[in-house]
């Protein structure tokens, strides 16, 4: 694949690709000629564009999204810590490259969701005393929307179809098929190239 991207149209490119977005066949085709998926950068530039006329209308209705989508960036970080402190550790291969002290882990990852959980709590406060309609912060109301539309969307389409990451591998992919043939596993490391057997 080919042609610039931004990281929000490539993120857009990429849930589509793994069918985590309403309309993914649509959003994760790649254009014959241009060798880039248009229709998710076209969509990605009308979503921007509304986004600007919202803040030329209410830069209060622009704050609420922004702290919103801060919010939910901190939430998303904080899940899967969470899931690792419930779930444990037996869940992560034992050759992974980067690998922490048991109790250090242990704290680092309770603190990083006591993080998230505190200054989520932060970013819902209004800005200023006595709150009145035009100071109040709107972002719980627009993490509600996103929320609920993302609620929708996994219980309508996504958990059909929404597989998880797909991986494109440009490395050793014989060494990769030749495993997948016997029925082997492998772990893709930071260096997609490196393939190791489990």
Request: aromatic letters at 10%; proline letters at 5%.
């Amino acid at each position: 694949m080919t042609g610039a991207m931004t990281t929000s149209s490539r993120m857009t490119y990429d849930f589509a690709r793994d069918g985590g977005l309403p309309f993914s066949q649509h959003l994760s085709q790649i254009h014959p000629k241009l060798g880039s998926p248009l229709n998710a950068l076209v969509v990605t530039l009308v979503l921007n564009v509304i986004f600007g006329c919202i803040f030329l209308g209410s830069t209060a209705a622009f704050s609420a999204i922004t702290a919103a989508s801060v919010v939910a960036l901190g939430v998303s970080y904080a899940i899967p810590i969470a899931l690792h402190l419930v779930r444990g550790k037996g869940m992560l291969p034992e050759t992974r490259a980067f690998r922490l002290p048991g109790w250090f882990a242990w704290g680092a990852d309770v603190l990083g969701v006591v993080y998230v959980v505190v200054t989520t709590v932060l970013f819902m406060f209004p800005p200023a005393l006595p709150v009145t309609g035009s100071n109040m912060n709107y972002c719980v109301v627009a993490f509600a929307v996103v929320l609920v539309v993302s609620s929708v969307q996994w219980f309508v389409d996504g958990r059909k179809n929404f597989s998880g990451p797909k991986i494109e591998v440009v490395g050793d992919g014989e060494r990769m098929a030749e495993m997948t043939r016997k029925g082997e596993t492998f772990n893709i490391g930071s260096d997609i190239s490196h393939i190791e057997k489990l």
